[in-house]
Structure formats: C-alpha cells, structure tokens
C-alpha cells in the first residue's frame, strides 16, 4: 500500500479571526477596498509560508520531530520492510516517541510571518526609556530567524515607551531617594506581603495611593498583570457572571476565566449593549438552572490601549448601579496621565470614585515603576489581604520600586513643594493634543480620544507595518508595530505614545519624520487638509 | 338505582359485544381471521397515528413585557462582594523596617528573620547593591514598557545569557515577576486535549497555571513515585501519543519542604513518554554542589529535563523569574508567553541585580556549605518535625515564631 499522498501536504494553519463589527469598521475606516487588499496580502505570505513548509519537511524530514513526517517514513519502511516495531526501537533515534512540544501549525504564525519582521519587535535599547533613546542596531545571519547585538547604537526619538510623566529616566526628586530606600532595604524582601514582606514603605505607599485615587484603601502587588489575575477570581466565583469589554487587556480575560464564573462579552464601548446584556441575563439566570446569579461584575478600562480612547464610564457606571451590577475600572494606562490632577478617567469625565466599586492601576505607566494596585474599600480591601493568592504567595514589590512611586505620587500632587506635577500634566495634554491634530491633518487615519496620551495611526496592510517601523528607525524615530494578535486581523496599526518630557521641538520632528515615511509607504488614507503644515 | 345501572351497563356490553360479532367479525381477509379484538387493536393503532400526526400542544409563549423585566431586575438582589469581615481576617502582618535580612527590625526590636527566602543570604551584599545603584542611575528604575516594544535593555539580553551559561543551557527567557513565570509557561505549552501529571502539592503558581492551560490535569500523591508510576501507566494508550502528555512537579515544594526524586521522574519519564516541566524556584541555588538546581543534585544531565522554570525572589535576592530549556522552548515563549508578551519587562535594575548573584554565586560555591551546615544545625537542635530527611525548608517550622 503507497503512503497516502496527504501525508505530503502540511496541515492549515489555525484561521485567525476575522470578524470585524460594523461599528469598529466604522470607527477605523476599513473600506472594504482595503479589507481586500489586506486579505490578499495576508493570503500571499501564508501561501509563501506553506510552500516554505512544504520544502521544509521534503529536504529536512530526517531532523524533523514532526509526527505526520515520521509517519510517512515509517509507512514508506513498512512498505519495503514488512512490520517493524516502532516503540522502543533503537534505531529510529531520532523521534523519541514523543509529540512534539510545538506542533508545526501552532507554530505557523510565528515562524513563516512574525520571523520575517522580527527586527521591528523586541529592539534592545542602551539607556533610560526617555523622550530620547540608544537604540541598539542588530543584524542577522539567517534571514531574521536569530537576532545578534552589535555595539553600536542609534539615538532616536522615542515614541514608543509608557512614560506619560517622564518619570522613567532618572527624576531629580525620586532618584535620590530611591537610591536611599535601595540601601536601606536592598532590592527585594524574598518573602511574600502575609509573612516579612510588608515593609513601612508598603504601608505608606498604600496610603498614599488611596488618597490619590479617592478611596479609603488599597493594597498593592508587585506586577500589574498579576493584580488582575489574581484579584477577579477572590471577587467572584462559580455562579457569579463577569460581563467584561471586547477589547479587554488579556491579564483581565485570565483572571475572568481563572475566576470559574461565566463569562460574557459585550461590544467595545456601547453602554446601550451592556444594559440589554444585563437585563437579559438577569431574567435569564445561570445557564442550565436558570437559578439567579449570585453576582454580576462589569469590567471596563480607563484608556483601551490599542485605540487610545476613553470608555463611556459614565453611562456604563449609570448602568451598573441601576441593575446593581459591580462595576471594576481597570485604569492602567489612564492613572496620573489624565485628569486635572492626574487621577485618571474618573476625574477626567466627572465619576465619583465612590460609585466606582474596585479601581485597579499600575504603576508601570506614569510612575515609571513596576507593579499594580487595588483601591476599594476597606472591608473588601481586608478581605483581599486575607484571600487573594498573589498577596498570599508572591514576593512583594520591590522597595526601591515602592519608593520611586511614592516619590512621583508627590511630585504630581506638587507635596515635594513644586509644581513640576501640574506642569508635567498639563505638558502631556497639550503635547498629546498637538500630535493627534496635526496627524491628523496630514491625512493619516488616527484613533484616540481628545486629551489621551496613546494615539493609533492605522496601517492596515501587514507589509507596510514593517516598511514603516524601518524607515522610522532609518530617520531616527522609534515607534511601536502593533498586529495580530494584540488587535483584530485586518486592522493592524502603529502605536504612538507621548510624554511629558517630549519637547514641541521632538514632536515637530517627529510629526516629519511620520508624514514623510506616511508618503512613502502610502499609509494617508484620508486628503491632506488644504492649508500646508510648514515644518522647519 | 344500584340494580338500574347495572342494568344499563349490561345492556351496554352485550351492545358492544355485538357490535365486534358484526358480520365481518368473522370474515377472513387474505387468510387474516379478523376477530372482535383485531378491530379494536385497528381501532386504536388509526387513533394513534391520528395523534401523532397532530401539532403538540405548547403552552403559548408570551415575551415579558418590559415592565415585567424591570421589575425582575428589582427583585434581584446580588450577593456582597465580599463574605463578612471575621477576626481572622482582621490579622495583620508584621511590618518591617529594615532589609529583610538575618536580622530584621519590628517595632523597634531587633528579630531574628526566619521568615525570608533569602537562602544564600545575599540580601545586603555589597557587590549587588553596588550594581543596582549603577543601574539605578543609568535606567531609572520602570522599564516602562513591554519586552516586545523597547522595554528590552542590554541588561536583560545580559541577565538571559548569564542564566543560561549558569544552566548549560542554549538560552533561558526572563520574566518580570516569579510567580509569573510558571503560570505563563504551562498555558504556553500545554492546549487543551493534552495530558498533564501534577503533583497534588504544588504551589497556587502551578495550580493557576494548570487550570488556565485548560488540558486534563491528573494528581498523583505527593512526592509518592508508585502513584505517579500507576498514573502514568493509567494514561498510556495508543491515542494518547499523539498528544503532548507532561510531568508537571517542583524541586522543593514550597508547601511542604520535600524534594522531588528526580532521577525515578527522569526514568518514568523515559519510559512512558512524558516531557518534564520542573519549578524550582525554591531549590535553584540551594540545591546541588554549585547551586545549579535539582539536576545538579541528583546528577541528571540538564538536556533530559524539557522545561525549567524558577523564581528569582528566594535564593538570588531579587525579583522576577526565569524559564530555561532548549532554543525552541525559549523562543516559543517570546510570542505565545502571556506574562512576556502582555506585562511591562522586568525593571532593569533587577535584571543587573540577578546578574550580580549569579556571579557571586558562581565564584563562592562555599555559601552552600555554610547553608547546608546551619540547616543540620537546626535538625539536630529541634526533631520536631518528621519531614524528609533533605528536606532544606526549615523555615516552615519556624514561621510562626516571628509573630
């Protein structure tokens, strides 16, 4: 019997998904000229990437762990040899009787098309993420499959890094002191917060963090995906319903699938949804016994980061009280870069914190630290020191990092005794304002609320993402490529996000570079507008 | 009356008995005899299949009206967010003021720190916090950003070679939180429909891990190689080979102090198939002649275990996690790592930190010695306890006695 001739033919890749809502299409101008076009773009590098595969296990089946390869060899065998045993075989080396630990198709996507613009993510950089950065050049031997560092650095504009507040290079207030802490009380406590690993820092930055947000108390972990991960599952359990958005950072999809209760989705931003959502399922009850559900969470975030806009809290917390479902606010890009004062989206679009029922954030962002924050109040706090698993578990935040955001929570509430906070914020906005509208003028597609500080210039095609990432770092501006997975199939973009330590010099220069290289890669897919923008 | 209805209902039967004797009661068919009963059975086979040819009565459905959904949404009333506050809840931890080293700082008193990880006792090295001052200066301390978008230093391309020539192994991952490290590398390698062995004592870590991969998980008993050996041997069959079946266990298991047996593990391994994904976060370190781990330990060559991952918040004095295995392990997670990909990288003064106690390390195996010889001290002082014999953990005993 011949070996089937499928054996030959590689298994299809998983399909990405490619639904795209009228409301999203809408809200990015996908035309479906250009859903085409990206389709077909898509279809190319994937046809390319079959062949390669196809070639692949022809030249290369005798070092492959690839089971469907071992089984053509080892029905061509029976074919010649009559049976052998397989198993246990000294003779077949070579495949171990193991499955291999990434399957060729699961692994398609990085292989035949994240390798190829690989050189665009994962750039080493030489000094501090500040508005200027080392970019350090790398070059490849292999057609990008392995990346190598040289010596030789490139200094760029940074548009790239979460520094809202221009904390993260070295700050004349938090250094000083961050390096005091250091010595005081070394680099970790390798312990975690329920046994020695609650230092006074810890308390104080509690504190401190709670008054700045506007509740009575907070608790705080090491990492901000963690946070999420672990507090949704003490929250709510088995019988409650967590109703989180569609675009959703993944630290809250793990933590609402880790949780045990059932989880559903409702559309981007439409508070008109969520409260058909909610009244629905709460005549409907628990799927399968129709018993009421024990509770009902709707999570949200402050600033949705791939799209830089705001969510309509308003509405939603409106919503949210009227069915009295709670509502869990996850601000961690949003957290002291909007607002009048720094204190995030509830400020910023007139929320009483207080309606709010649990406030989540990082310090990562604007603090130019590492870690997260819950603030509740004090009784669900005390619950969570007493059951939530990272507090419980997990080595506590590092004290230096503990001090560098105590320190910037000064600055921005001007308690150092300056106002480099209020000039900090009002720097981001004006800066961040400039930029969109300016972008926008040039006739690039650009996603972002007025006053966020993250900004999306669509790009669609996923071959202009990586000609544009390159001719930036060619003309010395470092921006971000963002593609599936982290946003939908066809609506792959480029990343920009300001800091208050960019001059309106850099972003003058900035905005250059980004419209030449627009020209260039054809990514203007709206009219210029009619007065021409001179830049020096 | 009695008798009158009797009457009638003889009269009734004889009606009907005369009714089936009717002429073609009798009559024969195409060789059928067709008697009285086959009428009837005829009879009620047509009224059957009348039936069943009519619509099934459902009760009409009507919507509610939307007065009715609101007041179905008044009625309801959901369960606080949290359970009522007891006094257990209400306990605090000690705070400490000032490095958690041997000798700490509570309220005033100086203590003696049984309850810190700090296994090598780094905590207040020189050399260390020498290098993250440096770093301190040089990076401020948030990366501010994700590994994939400029949030990756020179440091921690450094830190990733450093640990993995510390293995022998091609190339190790970082990630910017310990705990992170194990529950981002098991969903990564493990979908649904494959096979997962667990120990039924490992640490919440491993626990969220496991249940967010999704796969089947078994537990066998703790630390017991009989349980695991009937386990495996309950979970080899044809189909099972061409899923991907692992072994997931801790070197020293944070819960308990025991060690794992890595050479039985490694031999059962072998013979059924199984890859191994071994947690070390509390052995890497301590355990093994130069501190390189379980496999040193015991022996093993490192190329025989899959996938190492360990927390660098115990041994190594400072945050964040590391996964080390072979190349295709390693780059795998730098796009399918939900805690790489999705999380701010780890600040780079931690990254120079880790270099530094790697170094350290690799230059004075004797703080093992001195390790290894206060842990005999304590077993030969207090026998209270009937743990394993190897067991290193002894801070278990003792945590209470801070308090």
């Not at chain 1, 057609?143 to 520094?163: D, E, I, P």
């Not at chain 2, 967010?81 to 931890?93: F, N, Q, R």
């Not at chain 2, 999704?214 to 630390?223: C, G, I």
């Not at chain 2, 794992?260 to 093994?288: D, M, Q, T």
Request: contains cysteine; aromatic residues 10%.
């Amino acid at each position: 019997m011949s070996p089937p001739l499928f054996l030959l033919l590689p298994p299809l890749p998983p399909i990405p998904p490619l639904a795209v809502p009228r409301e999203i299409r809408r809200m990015v101008r996908l035309t479906f000229p250009t859903a085409l076009l990206t389709l077909i773009g898509y279809g190319i590098f994937f046809a390319f990437g079959l062949l390669r595969d196809l070639f692949r296990k022809l030249l290369n089946w005798s070092k492959s762990d690839d089971p469907k390869v071992f089984a053509l060899f080892s029905s061509t065998a029976r074919l010649f040899a009559g049976r052998i045993r397989v198993k246990g075989s000294s003779f077949f080396y070579f495949w171990q009787g193991y499955a291999p630990i990434c399957p060729a198709f699961e692994d398609f996507y990085t292989r035949r098309i994240y390798h190829r613009i690989q050189d665009c993510f994962g750039r080493p950089i030489a000094s501090a993420p500040d508005a200027w950065i080392d970019v350090v050049e790398r070059y490849s031997n292999d057609n990008n499959k392995t990346l190598h560092r040289t010596t030789n650095t490139t200094r760029c504009l940074n548009l790239g890094s979460y520094n809202y507040l221009g904390f993260a290079a070295g700050d004349e207030y938090c250094t000083p002191r961050v390096i005091e802490s250091l010595e005081s009380y070394a680099p970790t406590t390798c312990s975690s917060r329920a046994d020695a690993g609650t230092t006074k820092l810890h308390t104080e930055l509690e504190e401190l963090i709670a008054r700045f947000v506007g509740k009575p108390a907070a608790i705080t972990f090491g990492m901000g995906y963690v946070t999420n991960s672990s507090i949704i599952p003490a929250l709510v359990g088995e019988g409650g319903l967590i109703i989180s958005d569609s675009f959703n950072h993944n630290s809250i999809v793990n933590g609402a699938r880790a949780s045990g209760a059932t989880v559903m989705v409702f559309q981007h931003n439409s508070p008109s949804q969520l409260e058909e959502l909610l009244r629905k399922q709460i005549v409907k009850g628990q799927p399968g016994t129709g018993e009421p559900w024990k509770k009902i969470m709707v999570i949200v975030e402050g600033i949705y980061s791939m799209e830089g806009e705001f969510s309509k809290l308003p509405e939603i917390v409106a919503i949210c009280k009227k069915y009295k479902a709670y509502i869990y606010l996850d601000e961690a890009h949003s957290i002291g870069a909007v607002g009048k004062s720094g204190r995030g989206v509830c400020e910023l679009l007139g929320v009483d914190p207080a309606d709010v029922d649990i406030m989540m954030g990082t310090f990562t962002k604007s603090f130019g630290s590492c870690g997260g924050y819950i603030a509740a109040s004090e009784d669900i706090i005390q619950y969570l020191r007493y059951a939530c698993p990272a507090h419980l578990y997990a080595t506590s935040m590092s004290p230096p990092a503990v001090q560098q955001v105590i320190s910037a929570i000064k600055v921005v509430l001007g308690e150092d005794g300056s106002n480099r906070g209020a000039k900090k914020l009002a720097q981001i906005r004006e800066s961040s304002n400039y930029f969109r509208s300016e972008l926008k003028k040039t006739g690039f597609v650009v996603l972002g609320d007025n006053d966020s500080p993250v900004m999306s210039i669509m790009l669609y095609n996923l071959a202009k993402l990586p000609a544009f990432s390159r001719e930036c770092l060619r003309q010395n501006v470092a921006v971000v490529i963002v593609a599936y997975p982290a946003t939908p199939v066809l609506l792959a973009r480029a990343r920009i996000c300001i800091s208050a330590s960019h001059t309106r010099e850099d972003l003058i220069r900035g905005l250059k570079v980004i419209s030449e290289v627009g020209d260039l890669v054809g990514a203007k897919c709206l009219p210029a507008e009619p007065e021409k923008i001179k830049f020096d | 009356m009695a008798s009158a209805v009797v009457n009638i209902a003889t009269a009734a039967l004889d009606w009907v008995a005369v009714a089936f004797d009717a002429p073609f009661a009798g009559a024969v068919v195409f060789g059928v005899h067709i008697n009285g009963h086959l009428v009837a059975e005829v009879l009620l086979i047509a009224v059957l299949l009348f039936q069943l040819t009519r619509k099934s009565y459902k009760p009409p459905k009507k919507p509610l009206t939307e007065k009715e959904i609101d007041d179905l949404c008044e009625e309801w009333v959901p369960e606080p967010l949290h359970p009522p506050i007891t006094k257990e809840m209400k306990v605090e931890p000690p705070t400490i003021e000032s490095a958690a080293g041997p000798h700490t700082i509570i309220e005033g008193k100086e203590v003696v720190n049984f309850a810190s990880a700090n296994y090598l006792g780094l905590i207040g090295n020189e050399n260390i916090i020498d290098s993250c001052v440096a770093s301190l200066e040089k990076y401020g301390v948030g990366s501010c950003s994700s590994r994939v978008f400029y949030g990756t230093t020179n440091d921690h391309i450094d830190c990733e070679t450093r640990i993995a020539k510390f293995m022998s192994t091609p190339d190790s991952i970082l990630y910017s939180y310990g705990i992170s490290a194990i529950f981002s590398v098991i969903p990564a390698f493990c979908k649904k429909g494959d096979i997962i062995v667990a120990d039924e004592g490992v640490h919440w870590g491993v626990q969220n891990g496991l249940h967010l991969s999704r796969s089947t998980v078994v537990y066998f008993k703790h630390n017991d190689m009989a349980s695991l050996e009937s386990t495996l041997e309950k979970l080899t069959n044809k189909k099972a080979e061409k899923v991907r079946r692992y072994i997931v266990v801790e070197a020293l298991y944070q819960n308990s102090g025991q060690i794992a047996p890595l050479n039985s593990i490694v031999r059962l391994k072998e013979k059924y198939h199984f890859r191994v994904i071994l947690e070390e976060s509390h052995s890497f370190g301590v355990l093994g002649n130069t501190g390189r781990g379980l496999t040193e330990h015991y022996g093993i060559p490192i190329e025989k275990i899959d996938i190492i991952t360990a927390g660098m918040g115990n041994a190594l004095a400072t945050d964040g996690g590391f996964c080390t295995g072979s190349g295709r392990v390693v780059d795998h997670q730098r796009l399918n790592g939900s805690g790489y990909v999705f999380s701010a990288s780890l600040p780079p003064y931690l990254a120079n930190a880790a270099i530094a106690a790697v170094n350290y390390l690799e230059d004075n195996p004797s703080v093992l010695t001195v390790l290894r010889r206060n842990i005999s001290l304590v077993w030969e002082v207090n026998c209270i306890c009937l743990l394993d014999i190897t067991c290193v953990h002894v801070f278990i005993i003792f945590r209470g006695s801070l308090f």
